[in-house]
């Protein structure tokens, strides 16, 4: 920690915040102002972080520290094992502000709801003005896309998604989509079949250095309790490992992304898919650098249109109206439960032992790497938290708490509105529920499973087609408006009066055992 002394600014930067090029060091001057960053245990705890999604955060920051100090810059650090750590968040900068007596404060826009206004209520404790300004990571700011939004009728991630690749020349021919069409994804869903998807090169990973392995044995020490293990840690750390991986992913695994984004494969658990999301939500890699990479890989000839397109989607289509429809809709967007769900989550979440396979091996990923793809996660652990009436708020805890790159702007709409439809709507048209069989299509998850996917009801009978048809039961008033819902309706209509009730026993029976 630096010495005393009063400043004229002192910059803010969270954990989530690691860009040299934010805006929070325009006009920076190191003679007379001060980073400010803290370790602090309360945000590990918030909920029960993954000791690898505390060590990524932490490793970065002191990382990041360390760069703005080569500059020459003044950094005000808390380590998390400093003797007078208060372990909060507002603690420690209400003791900084108290010593360095700053004259004004600047940070730019969290990624929680919940650590701008604390940062906010700090500020105003103090007596201290807080600039709160706009983080310029991102290609769509509030006040676009809120009047994007004021102009539609519902939000639908689709146009959106146009009107960026238009504002960006994203994978544009002019004014036409490159390949003659927006969307790619018809091509984007197919499963490996029986064969599986053969030898897959593997992500490049990053050996800890002696800064990241000094936050690896803090975390095994003082958070020993919390889920998951550290003994696979090879995250990007630094903007060079970021881009690294960035290059790694567009030269190995993008050519083969798309079609295969969908699919999913015993102990594979990366596929094709670009494991960068954590850098990018950690501001360790820039969105713009990640899309100009998979363009220059399209137009090299090196990766095909519905590939590129694919992963362009994910950056600058969900990426960006996921946060645009966190900024828009907080704080009251966290209490939505659209289909009054408010059963716990099984504790096997936080062990993976469970005799279904699928969860086995999605939920034992994730314990191991502090990862799942998004359809592990969508059509896994997601899609049985879903089906069985899960509380949407005990889901977002777990997804908050269990994947490295989890930051709440980007996994709260994720989890609330995609995965569980407690937000009635918005982000999804339909609720994402299927059958077991799904997953035997998708995977080869089914092959390694005492359950058959194709029964709901019997001693072999797949808990996820029993809860699939239990859960259109439940809900069948609700949906029966839901175009998109239309031939799933027709399907449990042909389920005659004893058929729906040995499913819903079955169904009470599952939710004995959760």
Same mark, same amino acid.
């Given at each position: 920690m630096?010495? @005393?002394g009063r400043v004229q600014r002192l910059t803010v930067v969270l954990g989530d915040q690691l860009d040299e090029r934010s805006a929070a060091f325009d006009g920076f001057d190191p003679a007379v102002d001060r980073v400010w960053m803290a370790e602090v245990a309360a945000e590990a705890e918030h909920v029960w972080s993954h000791k690898a999604r505390i060590a990524l955060f932490l490793a970065a920051m002191r990382h990041f520290r360390d760069r703005l100090r080569a500059l020459g810059w003044r950094v005000?650090?808390?380590e998390l094992d400093d003797a007078a750590n208060r372990g909060s968040l507002v603690e420690e900068l209400r003791e900084a502000v108290r010593r360095l007596q700053p004259e004004r404060m600047t940070v730019v826009a969290?990624?929680?709801? &919940?650590?701008?206004?604390? =940062? &906010?209520a700090a500020a105003r404790n103090a007596g201290v003005p807080l600039e709160v300004l706009p983080d310029r990571h991102f290609l769509c700011d509030d006040d676009t896309f809120r009047l994007h939004a004021a102009e539609r009728r519902e939000l639908r991630m689709e146009p959106f998604y146009r009107k960026m690749r *238009?504002?960006?020349g994203a994978l544009m021919e002019g004014a036409t989509p490159a390949g003659g069409r927006w969307n790619f994804d018809e091509e984007n869903r197919a499963g490996f079949g029986r064969s599986g998807p053969g030898e897959v090169p593997q992500p490049i990973g990053f050996a800890p250095d002696a800064t990241t392995r000094e936050v690896l044995r803090l975390?095994? &020490? *003082?958070?020993?309790?919390?889920p998951g293990s550290l003994e696979r840690f090879d995250w990007p750390v630094t903007p060079e490992q970021a881009r690294a991986a960035l290059a790694d992913f567009a030269a190995r695994r993008l050519a083969r992304f798309g079609r295969w984004q969908d699919a999913m494969w015993t102990g594979e658990p990366v596929l094709y898919h670009a494991r960068l999301s954590a850098a990018m939500n950690l501001k360790l890699l820039d969105p713009r650098e990640a899309v100009a990479a998979a363009e220059d890989a399209y137009r090299a000839g090196a990766a095909p249109i519905e590939s590129v397109e694919g992963f362009v989607r994910q950056v600058i289509g969900w990426r960006e109206y996921v946060r645009g429809v966190y900024r828009l809709l907080m704080p009251g967007y966290a209490q939505r439960n659209a289909l009054a769900a408010d059963r716990p989550l099984p504790d096997f979440y936080w062990t993976g032992d469970t005799e279904m396979a699928c969860l086995r091996e999605a939920i034992g990923q994730t314990l191991r790497l502090g990862y799942a793809h998004h359809i592990q996660r969508l059509m896994v652990t997601g899609l049985y938290a879903l089906l069985l009436g899960v509380a949407p708020s005990e889901a977002h805890r777990w997804y908050l708490a269990v994947y490295v790159d989890a930051v709440e702007w980007v996994e709260l709409p994720n989890t609330l509105g995609m995965s569980q439809y407690?937000?009635?709507g918005v982000m999804a048209s339909k609720p994402y529920c299927a059958s077991g069989r799904? =997953? @035997? *299509?998708? @995977?080869?998850?089914?092959r390694g499973c005492r359950y058959r996917p194709g029964e709901a009801t019997g001693e072999l009978a797949c808990p996820f087609t029993t809860l699939y048809w239990d859960f259109l039961l439940r809900h069948e008033e609700r949906l029966r408006s839901n175009q998109r819902m239309r031939m799933q309706l027709r399907n449990l209509a042909r389920l005659d009066g004893p058929a729906r009730g040995e499913v819903q026993e079955a169904a009470r029976r599952l939710w004995e055992r959760a």
């Open positions: 630096t010495g @005393s005000d650090y808390t969290p990624g929680e709801w &919940r650590v701008e206004q604390e =940062l &906010r *238009r504002k960006t975390v095994e &020490r *003082r958070f020993a309790g919390h407690a937000d009635g799904y =997953l @035997s *299509r998708m @995977s080869d998850y089914c």
